[in-house]
């Protein structure tokens, strides 16, 4: 394992900046395998470090989180960012932690925040084929061609001049459907209702690929382990 100056360490995992480093050490108790240091330049291991009793942030970080109604994904807009949820540290990291792929502001469920940009690449590059289940309440009942529609891969959107790949459609109830789409076009589900002729009145992402938000609550993350 490689050593670096702890000062590094600290601003990279969101701690503060190199230049609070100093101050850092004086209000909280940061130790190398028991014993406190006070020294920012210091080097250090990662997994010899502790700050008040608790191990070091790891070095990279993948959160999933129950993405609540009303935040956006993005780091430059003027609304309600989905970083704000996270921990003050978290949003200090660098490199900045960055959804993977984005829902729209007023879509609800399963996102993946991350550092880690080749993971970032693989699960959203065109060619990734991730599957994403989203459940879609409707303006008007889901008419039976729909199914065999989204399922032909024959789909031009609006504007588009490549077919949607084929996507799954299970009816729950008139109203209520279950979307199973691999792709990620900008606003692919809606889009795609709006070419049937009906509306989504409200979109919620169940999975993103092998990742479901079933036990997180609105708002809740859970750091995932990719070791
Ligand atoms: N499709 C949409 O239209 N919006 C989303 O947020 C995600 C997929």
Redo the contacts with the bound molecule.
């Keep these: 394992m490689t050593s670096k100056r702890l000062d590094a360490y600290l601003s990279k995992l969101g701690y503060c900046t190199r230049g609070e480093a100093k101050k850092f050490l004086r209000i909280h108790e940061v130790k190398e395998n028991d014993l406190r240091i006070f020294d920012v330049s210091k080097k250090v291991k990662h997994s010899s470090i502790t700050i008040d009793n608790e191990p070091l942030d790891s070095e990279s970080l993948t959160i999933l989180m129950n993405k609540p109604e009303g935040v956006v994904c993005s780091h430059d807009d003027s609304g309600k960012l989905i970083y704000s949820l996270l921990p003050l540290r978290w949003q200090n990291r660098n490199p900045k932690l960055s959804t993977i792929g984005r829902?729209?502001r007023d879509?609800t469920g399963a996102i993946l925040l991350s550092d880690n940009g080749e993971l970032n690449h693989r699960l959203t590059s065109p060619k990734s084929d991730v599957p994403k289940i989203?459940r879609v309440t409707l303006a008007h009942p889901i008419a039976d061609s729909v199914a065999s529609i989204f399922a032909s891969g024959e789909l031009l959107l609006h504007g588009e001049d490549k077919p949607l790949l084929p996507a799954k459609l299970t009816k729950i109830d008139d109203l209520t459907v279950l979307l199973e789409i691999v792709e990620g076009r900008y606003?692919?589900?809606?889009?795609m209702f709006g070419a049937v002729q009906n509306r989504?009145q409200a979109?919620h992402?169940e999975t993103f690929d092998k990742w479901d938000i079933e036990k997180l609550q609105s708002g809740e993350y859970k750091i995932l382990d990719f070791k």
Excluded: A, E, G, S
Aim: aromatic share 8%; net charge positive; hydrophobic share 35%.
């Design positions: 829902l729209d879509t989203y606003h692919q589900v809606k889009r989504v979109l992402r």
